[in-house]
């Protein structure tokens, strides 16, 4: 069973920068679309960004222009730098297999996430 752990959350002023990781366990990880979503507290968990094992990407419109989601299918791990966050922005982070371009549904079990806050 894939298991993921995700890092490089915290608190950061608006403006401000973060860049999140997520490392997968397993073999499977290359031939999967990867996605990285958030919940923020009271709102239904959302998907953000999206990257194909072959480098094609799909962002929602609330953070196209500022986040940029990376992998590498060598290290089994998957990346989103956060950049101009917003107060909005704040949420936990997660990341997980997206099921195809046109499911966003999970496809692996939750990890832990990872907090960003963006708060002055």
């Known amino acids: 069973q894939v298991q993921l752990v995700e890092s490089g959350g915290g608190l950061v002023q608006p403006g401000g920068s973060l860049r999140l990781s997520c490392a997968a366990s397993?073999?499977?990880?290359?031939?999967?679309?990867m996605a990285w979503y958030r919940q923020a507290p009271g709102n239904q968990r959302e998907w953000v960004a999206a990257?194909?094992?072959?480098?094609?990407?799909s962002y929602v419109d609330s953070v196209k222009g500022r986040f940029t989601i990376s992998r590498d299918n060598a290290k089994s791990t998957v990346y989103l730098q956060m950049n101009s966050l917003k107060p909005e922005d704040t949420a936990v982070y997660y990341c997980?297999?997206?099921?195809?371009?046109?499911?966003?549904?999970?496809?692996?079990?939750w990890g832990q996430g990872t907090q960003v806050t963006v708060s002055s």
């Open positions: 997980n297999a997206r099921r195809s371009w046109n499911n966003d549904n999970a496809a692996w079990p």
């Open positions: 990257v194909a094992s072959g480098g094609s990407t």
């Open positions: 397993g073999s499977i990880f290359g031939i999967y679309i």
